[in-house]
């Protein structure tokens, strides 16, 4: 009787302990092995060694230039002396744009120098420049939505500030102002365009990226300026309705060029043929040295995966690290490791990325099956000394890994902390000065074991639903 009411009670608790997360996805070595790895990380990594590296060794590294090129001898070096395994690289072929000069003036009574940049792949003005009268608009949206006066034979200037937030949603809501300003301005009949920088800072820094000329737009210069001068010109303006700015920029784009992804290895044991990816972008823009955008992305990854590597209970699954090419012109990199990997993307369990500074993580988003969801949260618990709050179940997980995402690859999207990120963003204050080397500690300690468990697990994420 008490060995047929035993057999009952396994049968009627078997569904429950069937939900019990750690039995199913993670066994108890497994856990105690990732807290002890979190904490080695706490006492101190090498990241910011990657770091400064990478920034002294190296420095710009815009898509295609001489310091690309050297960046992906940097990379193919570093790995291979940290013991990561199957060194190698995949040739990108990557556009090249050279800055050149920039000069923008403040004309009338009180002519002066304004702090600006071009932004990235416009083309430049004529030798002589251009001089035009300024018209100012709140938005992109209001230009494009007629609400702007005539702007034919002028230069639009774009005033809208990027709102500091902890996360940098706001980015999202002001970046746009810079990709689509030009064609925008272009197609009512303006001679340049003008933005305020898409960043927080109230320095004299001015922060450049990527534009996009439409196909069907007529192309025409493209500027930004600090946050300190947009607020004088905006000054101008309201004194003045007939403002004129003088604008002269040598900028030029040269046939494409050659870069590299580089892509190392942390080998599994019994799932080896199944990939966790953790990416980072090894360009960076020709202002200043790339240290946060991203240095930092790329120390963060390489020493989650070796300091894994360093652990005497061995991941099963391989955990594979990519430094992507050209991310910051085009994704590059990503498309083409996407391309190149074919039927492979099956064999990608889980991607992350790191692509926002140096952190700390402060929440964890996620894509993945909705049955994962509990294993996500097992994982988070294991992040809870690093005060990683839950997040949403409908992140990107990042630009690079957009292309593996659209696959149908689940993704990870920690969350580091942007508060101060956007004042040194794509600008030339990006320096190893900006690194503090116990914030980055945390990020690798989060990001290692997120690794650690998505290459432990005993069953997969799921898939996604590929794009069509």
Known sequence: MFLALLLILAVWTGPAAAQSTTVADWGEADLATAAALRDRALKGTSAYDHVSSLVTEVGPRLAGSPGDEAAVRWAMNRLGKLGFTGVRSQDVLVPRWVRGTTEVSLLGAAPQALVAATLGGSIGTSEEGIEAAVIEVPSLDALIGNEAP??????????????????????????????????????????????????????????????????????????????????????????????????????????????????????????????????????????????????????????????????????????????????????????????????????????????????????????????SLGAIETMRKALQPLAVEAGNN?????????????????????????????DVHHTMNDTLAKVDAKVLDQTVAAYAVMAYLAATKQDDFGRLAPDR
């Not at 074919?342 to 992350?352: I, Q």
């Not at 990107?396 to 956007?422: C, H, I, K, Q, T």
């Open 150 to 371: 005539d702007v034919k034979n002028k230069i639009v200037f774009i005033n809208e500030r990027m709102e500091r937030t902890k996360d940098g949603a706001s980015y999202g809501k002001t970046v746009g102002n810079r990709v689509r300003g030009a064609s925008a301005a272009a197609n009512l009949g303006a001679v340049a365009v003008v933005i305020r920088s898409v960043g927080t800072s109230d320095e004299r820094f001015a922060h450049t990226g990527r534009m996009v000329y439409d196909m069907d737009a007529p192309r025409i210069p493209a500027f930004s300026l600090s946050n300190p001068d947009a607020d004088s010109l905006s000054r101008h303006l309201k004194a003045n309705k007939q403002t004129r700015l003088r604008l002269k920029s040598t900028a030029r784009e040269l046939p494409p060029a050659w870069s590299a992804n580089v892509i190392g290895e942390i080998p599994g044991t019994d799932r080896a043929d199944e990939i966790v990816l953790l990416g980072a972008h090894l360009d960076s823009w020709d202002l200043g040295q790339g240290a946060l955008d991203d240095g930092a992305g790329v120390a963060i990854v390489v020493e989650a995966a070796r300091l894994i590597s360093r652990l005497d209970r061995k991941p099963k699954r391989t955990i594979r690290v990519v430094l992507f090419a050209n991310e910051e012109f085009g994704l590059s990199g990503a498309k083409e490791y996407a391309r190149l990997i074919g039927d492979e993307h099956m064999k990608h369990v889980l991607a992350m990325e790191a692509d926002t500074g140096i952190g700390p993580v402060i929440r964890l988003e996620t894509q993945v099956a909705p049955e």
């Open 394 to 422: 409908t992140a990107s997980g990042g630009a690079d890994l957009g292309p593996l995402r659209s696959l149908g690859v689940p993704v990870l999207d920690p969350v580091l902390d942007a508060s101060l990120y956007f």
